[in-house]
Nanobody
Framework: VQLQASGGGLVQAGGFLRLACAASGRNFINDILAWFRQAPGKEREFLGN????????SYADSVKGRFTISRDNAKNTMWLHMNSLKPGDTAVYYC????????????WGQGTEVTVSS
């Protein structure tokens, strides 16, 4: 299984950024894919996930209403749409995958860095 996160960069506060996670190596139809982030000196934070089959999403309270997760079945790609970005959103963003009946995420991408300037 390979997960490739991309799309990070430098953006001004209030701006928008879209991250992509290209997934390959297995059929993800029974999987849940998720986004996490880790800011310098902080623990990794769950942002939200999407059930590949059906597209049901769930979000952490810290990003609910600002971040949206979607997926493109044909391209095997998951997206993280981030609006109204704040300096506190500065972090390395990771995508991860797990089988829907499992609690932990065994598959991780390499991370993409997002910096939000004030």
């Amino acid at each position: 299984v390979q997960l490739q996160a991309s799309g990070g960069g430098l953006v001004q506060a209030g701006g928008f950024l879209r991250l992509a996670c290209a997934a390959s190596g297995r059929n993800f139809i029974n999987d849940i894919l998720a986004w996490f982030r880790q800011a310098p000196g902080k623990e990794r934070e769950f942002l939200g996930n999407i059930r590949w089959l059906g597209g049901r999403t769930s979000y952490a309270d810290s990003v609910k209403g600002r971040f949206t997760i979607s997926r493109d079945n044909a391209k095997n790609t998951m997206w993280l749409h981030m609006n109204s970005l704040k300096p506190g959103d500065t972090a390395v963003y990771y995508c991860a995958a797990r089988f829907f009946q499992v609690d932990s995420y065994p598959y991780w991408g390499q991370g993409t860095e997002v910096t939000v300037s004030s």
